[in-house]
């Protein structure tokens, strides 16, 4: 199994401390986010990292050629292409293996490695009060965006599995350095293809560090798991 941390974020929100540090090397604790990450899909059993880099790429580039360890694939993109698009280039240039991505500035401490093998494509879910996701009683995915049919509570937690069967079908689909949505261009296609998609409730702290308020209860919240 392959992992990959989409890192290629601006981090506009989280100025002035992103004018000169690239977003997944902000500091949470004493580590930067992407560090934390980075041993997350280790933990899960991931044998190999995909990371891209587009704000201050050549600073990301080189932290993470230093202080990651080796079997790192890293992408500079020039423009922004999304998350998935990020995906896209990394997945052809990798032979057919399942995929475990990690978006790079989400802090998540629940254990992620019960999603690997449990469908097609499984989306890890946090109930963090976004309600953009509906699951049914089996756990598939029944709606996921601005759902319109409920406040569940539940809330994609930019945490996927992708067996190899559905990295297959995706490498052929949309050409290098495209921008790809991850709902529009991939999840909704999957679903509509055949695959099961399904969601995972996990329970833990998350946060999607895209704010200064973010950052603060991340902080905080180490601060007091570590008093």
Request: a negative charge; zero cysteines; charged letters at 20%.
């Amino acid at each position: 199994m392959r992992g990959f941390i989409p890192a290629a974020g601006f981090g506009k929100r989280l100025l002035p401390i992103t004018r000169d540090l690239p977003k997944p090397l902000v500091k949470v604790g004493d580590h930067p986010l992407v560090s934390l990450v980075y041993e997350k899909l280790i933990s899960a059993g991931v044998r190999s990292v995909g990371i891209n880099f587009s704000h201050l790429a050549l600073q990301g580039i080189d932290f993470a050629r230093r202080e990651l360890p080796p079997l790192l694939h890293i992408y500079r993109e020039s423009t922004p292409i999304g998350a998935f698009g990020g995906v896209n280039n990394f997945i052809k240039n990798i032979s057919s293996e399942s995929l475990l991505v990690h978006n790079g500035d989400i802090f998540f401490d629940g254990e992620i490695d019960g999603i690997i093998g449990k469908s097609d494509i499984t989306l890890v879910a946090v109930k963090n009060g976004k309600s953009d996701m509906i699951l049914g009683d089996s756990g598939e995915l029944l709606e996921i965006g601005f759902a319109e049919s409920g406040e569940t509570g539940l809330g994609y937690a930019g945490i996927v599995y992708f067996s190899y069967e559905v990295i297959n079908w995706l490498r052929g689909l949309y050409a290098a350095n495209t921008y790809v949505s991850f709902i529009e261009d991939i999840v909704l296609p999957a679903k509509k293809y055949g695959f099961r998609v399904t969601g995972e409730v996990i329970p833990g702290f998350w946060s999607d560090i895209g704010t200064h308020e973010e950052l603060k209860k991340v902080q905080k919240y180490l601060l007091n798991i570590d008093n």
